[in-house]
């Protein structure tokens, strides 16, 4: 009987210690998945609980940075008021932080030319461009519009021959958005403002970006629901046949004693 006992005793501590191990390396791998997923973010703008800080003011531009990105954009400080005044005053701003960044077109000067705005990471990283939204500042539906992006490569290079196409043939004050979702008839979407270092975009009139949803593209994605399942019914099924394993043990030594 004092030697049925003890292997009683230990076939409970090995199954205890086999389900707790069997149980551990089921829980690190989960644990190894969040935290592998928890990596990176995605960031919406524009929102007033995000900061919002003045990195540069050069001369037909400004330059602000928030949640780790720059946000370079064109501003027509040079603007006189019309013909035959001299002394620049410059164009006020219809959307200021945080509803939104207003580029305008440079009337005057060595940068002179269309609306321009940059978006770029401070650490220079690559990322990703999901969703935009955008509205005008002037009407181009007369003459049609797009608003057009450049995706930057890491080299400083252009992505593109020519830069991709966004309409934006409308009246003042219209808005436009775009997504990984095709667009009706014209097919357009950010599917392809993917894994650049910067972005610019342009347009002949004033514009608005008024929303930009931004994913770091090193983000790793979460685990499917299955793998977690399969990990726990691992490590259900492995506790289960030592279980039965320890009680055919002891079924065994007891009969032999007796």
């Known amino acids: 009987m004092e030697s049925c006992q003890v292997v009683i005793v230990m076939s409970r501590s090995i199954t205890s210690i086999i389900s707790a191990a ?54 027509d400080k040079l ?3 019309g013909v035959g005044l001299t002394e620049p005053i410059g164009r006020t701003n219809l959307t200021n932080w945080p509803d939104g960044i207003h580029a305008q077109g440079v009337s005057a000067g060595a940068n002179a030319g269309k609306a321009r705005l940059t978006v770029e990471r401070v ?5 990703d461009i999901k969703a935009f939204t955008f509205n005008l500042w002037a009407s181009t539906a007369g003459a049609g519009a797009q608003l057009e992006i ?18 934006a043939s409308g009246y003042y ?52 629901p299955i793998m977690l399942m399969g990990l726990g019914a ?8 030592v279980r039965r394993l320890t009680a055919r043990s002891i079924y065994t030594r007891e009969c032999h004693t007796w």
């Open 150 to 167: 450049m995706p930057i490569r890491t080299d400083g290079e252009d992505a593109f021959n020519d830069p991709l196409g966004y309409e």
């Open 173 to 224: 004050g219209m808005s436009f958005s775009y997504n990984q979702t095709p667009t009706p008839f014209l097919n357009q979407s950010t599917v392809l403002l993917h894994g650049y270092q910067s972005y610019t975009m342009t347009l002949y009139a004033d514009f608005a970006l008024t929303s930009l949803t931004i994913v770091d593209a090193t983000v790793l994605p979460e685990p499917a």
């Open 234 to 241: 691992i490590a259900l099924t492995a506790r289960r046949r």
């Open 123 to 127: 650490d220079g990283e690559v990322f």
């Open 79 to 81: 603007f006189t008021g």
């Open 22 to 75: 069997v149980l551990g390396i089921a829980g690190l791998a989960i644990c190894g998945f969040s935290a592998t997923s928890a990596q990176g973010a995605t960031v919406v703008f524009f929102d007033g609980s995000q900061s919002w800080n003045q990195v540069a003011n050069g001369e037909t531009s400004d330059t602000y940075s928030s949640n780790g990105y720059l946000f370079t954009y064109s501003q």
